[in-house]
Structures are given as C-alpha cells and as structure tokens.
C-alpha cells in the first residue's frame, strides 16, 4: 500500500500569511493526487485534483504542485474561512489519504 | 445535484456485522466508482473500500481486507459496506463518496456519513 505523509501535522498562522504544506508518497504516483479541506463536524470538501487542478468554485488562493511522490498544497494569502484540517488523497494504486495538517488561527 | 444518503450506522457489539448503504441521486450512479471513507472521532481520513463502476472492481484497505465487503446495486442507486467481525478500532463515522469517474477512486461527492459504534 501507498502511505502518505503529511508535514506539519500542525500549523499556526495569521490572516494574510502564505502557507504551505507538504505530502509525500512512499513511492510514485504521478499527479493522482488530491485535496481535501475539513472543518468540524463537516465531510471534507475536494480543494484540487490531479495534483493541480482546481476544483470548481475553489477560491484561486489554493494552488497546488507537484508529481512523483512530493507535493504542495498553498494558500497565497489565509482568510478567516481557511482555518480547517487539510488532507491529500492518493488515487493512483487504490487509495490512501494523509494523516491531516490542522491550520489553526495565530 | 448529486446527493449520497448514508445509513445503517448504529451500536454493534464486538465481533458482531453491520450493512451500510448509501442512497445515491443526481448522477448515473452505474457509471460511477463510490468509495468508503472512515473517520475515527478526533481522529483523521482512512480510505476504506472502493468499487469501480466500468467492470464493478473491488478495493480494499490492508485493515479491512477479508472482513469488509462493498457491493452495488446499480438498480437501485445504491451502495453497500458488509461489515463483518467489528472490533473497537472500526468505530468511525463511516462517509460514502462518489468517485469522479468510472475508474476514479478520487471522492468528488460526500455524504454526510454514518456512524458505527463498536462496544460492550
């Protein structure tokens, strides 16, 4: 099975910063990649797909990159609404998701 | 619009079975893939099972494989996960997905979920 690692696992930051977070697969899986915003009490909500297609009505602060096995999910500039859990999901062999990156407020 | 439905969630006790479905609506549902994705409380995403909607393909995670079963039944728009000798690391809210394709495994559409409880 393909394992994903996230990093950080957690993250504080401010209204305006640019974060970005990391996932790495434990071997290649091309661009099959996906992410995925949570917030509490709610089903995840798809943010890009393909490694870097944005998903329709995704504000265009969310980018994403990469292939292989490294890849970049960022935010330009965080807004109030941003402050979620964030997931990758490998679709290329079955499937597997990362264990979270909590972005909290600073 | 699409909408999933999930239910059969409830109490179980250890080693007991329970059948989840997940209603589909809004999209040719045989043409889809659906996937299961888990969520233990205050814990994050394990993907689960997944069905393909070309040739009706089944997946599974290492830590349901033999124990789990997914099946479709496309005449009714309706997805199902046989849950079969529960143990407590199976609680979860169990969210059924809709595959962003025939072949795809990327969950495009949520449900709400359902939860599973396995206790004494």
């Known amino acids: 099975d393909i394992q994903m690692t996230q990093s950080p696992s957690s993250l504080s930051a401010s209204v305006g910063d640019r974060v970005t977070i990391t996932c790495r697969a434990s071997?290649?899986?091309?661009?099959?990649l996906a992410w995925y915003q949570q917030k509490p009490g709610k089903a995840p909500k798809g943010l890009i797909y393909q490694a870097s297609k944005l998903e329709s009505g995704v504000p265009s602060r969310f980018s994403g990159s990469g292939s292989g096995t490294e890849f970049t999910l960022t935010i330009s500039s965080l807004q109030p609404d941003d402050f979620a859990t964030y997931y990758c999901q490998q679709y290329n062999s079955y499937s597997s998701f990362g264990q979270g990156t909590k972005l909290e407020i600073k | 619009e699409v909408q999933l439905l999930e239910s059969g969630g409830g109490l179980v006790q250890p080693g007991g079975s329970l059948r989840l479905s997940c209603t589909a609506s809004g999209f040719t549902f045989s043409s889809s893939a659906m996937t299961w994705v888990r969520q233990a409380p205050g814990k994050g995403l394990e993907w689960v099972s997944g069905?393909?909607?070309?040739?009706?393909?089944?997946y599974y995670a290492d830590s349901v494989k033999g124990r789990f079963t997914i099946s479709r039944d496309d005449s009714k728009d309706t997805l199902f996960l046989q849950m079969n000798s529960l143990g407590a690391e199976d609680t979860a809210l169990y969210y059924c997905?809709?595959?962003?394709?025939?072949?795809?495994?990327?969950?495009?559409?949520w449900g709400q979920g359902t939860l599973v409880t396995v206790s004494s």
């Open positions: 069905i393909l909607g070309s040739d009706g393909g089944t």
């Open positions: 071997q290649s899986i091309s661009s099959w």
């Open positions: 997905a809709k595959g962003a394709g025939s072949r795809s495994l990327r969950a495009e559409y």
